[in-house]
């Protein structure tokens, strides 16, 4: 609704009696104008083959993206690198439009030499990244089209202990470049108990191995209680445990996106079961905008600080390749010389004086 963003009392026919300027509709202004250009979110999942990375963000978005996609057969799988696919999906929701991508990364650990498997994906980053840099400095800033990762969603296994060496390196590998935040995949292999275990020392380890992740934001003093509430569950249940599945099944009478087991049902958004619903509201409802925020302001900044110094620092490099005879700065006179230049001035002034006197004498 149009007053939706108007401070509580100033209603728009306040807006234009005197006592107001009527800069308060501003926020009006940029609602509705981002409303019409509509959002883009770009979205990665990464981490191990056969983790549900498909699967949940299918969950997510509740479209089947992967309808058509071909199962390796097992002499493909040997050697395969990780291929990228890139999806993009326009949703509509009450007249507000979000265009978004999709960035899978299937295979990630499949090939029997797991060696720098992140590369593909720390390379896709940056050509994004280098995409936008260009755009940037084009003609047309106009009509950029931003395809920088907002997210990476690192799926961690539930069977281990911890986090593996691969995890370690693959998280540091992304960390300075994209928002990482670690979930833990088909949390239904685990009993609440392990879950808790599991999500402490995976929280410990990130710490320890200095892993930044991504870190909510502080919330702030004027928000409702509701909210603080909201946002310090949020913060606690970080790395997410997360159940993916594209069926839906019926439980408590009910049609469910679940997992339908011969000793029950487990059920995707159901909150005492797993993270999927707390993950959701976090990616789409309340931390979408400072995801974006801080790919542009962290992410972007620097690798565009990095761009610069890496060319400022090749053309100072190319203009000394091209004199060959240094250009030696011009030096300031010593003390020798600017008496000698005194000198030469004084006897100048001397001679101009004594010509002087004879033109005086002679015209005379
Ligand atoms: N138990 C359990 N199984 C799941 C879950 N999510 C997905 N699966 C199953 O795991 C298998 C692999 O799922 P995908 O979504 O294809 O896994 P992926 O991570 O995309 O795999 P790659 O594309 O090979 O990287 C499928 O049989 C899914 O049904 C989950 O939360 N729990
Ligand atoms: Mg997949």
Known sequence: PFDLFLPRKCLLSQLFEKQYVGFATLPNQVHRKSVKKGFDFTLMVAGESGMGKSTLVNSLFLTDLYKDRKLLNAEERINQTVEIIKHTVDIEEKGVKLKLTIVDTPGFGDAVNNNECWKPITDYIDQQFEQYFRDESGLNRKNIQDNRVHCCLYFIPPFGHGLRPVDVEFMKALHEKVNIIPLIAKADC???????????????????????????????????????????????????????????????????????????????????????????????????????????????????????????????????????????????????????????????????????????????
């Open 190 to 364: 685990l009993t609440p108990n392990e879950i808790k275990k599991l999500k402490d020392r995976i929280r410990e380890e990130i710490d320890k191995f200095g892993i930044k992740v991504y870190q909510f934001p502080e919330c702030d003093s004027d928000e409702d209680e509701e909210f603080k509430q909201l946002d310090k569950e949020l913060k606690e249940c970080t790395p997410f445990a997360v159940i993916g599945s594209n069926t839906v099944v019926e439980a408590r009478g009910q049609r469910v996106r679940g997992r339908l087991y011969p000793w029950g049902i487990v059920e995707v958004e159901n909150q005492s079961h797993c993270d999927f619903v707390k993950l959701r509201n976090m990616l789409i409802r309340s931390h979408m905008h400072d995801l974006k925020d801080v790919t542009c302001d962290v992410h972007y900044e620097n690798y565009r600080a990095q761009c610069i110094q890496e060319m400022t620092s090749k053309l100072a490099q190319d203009n000394r390749m091209e004199s060959p005879i240094p250009i030696l700065p011009l030096s300031t006179p010593d003390v020798d010389t600017e008496k000698l230049i005194k000198m030469k001035d004084e006897e100048l002034e001397k001679m101009k004086i004594s010509i002087n006197i004879s033109i005086n004498i002679n015209s005379s």
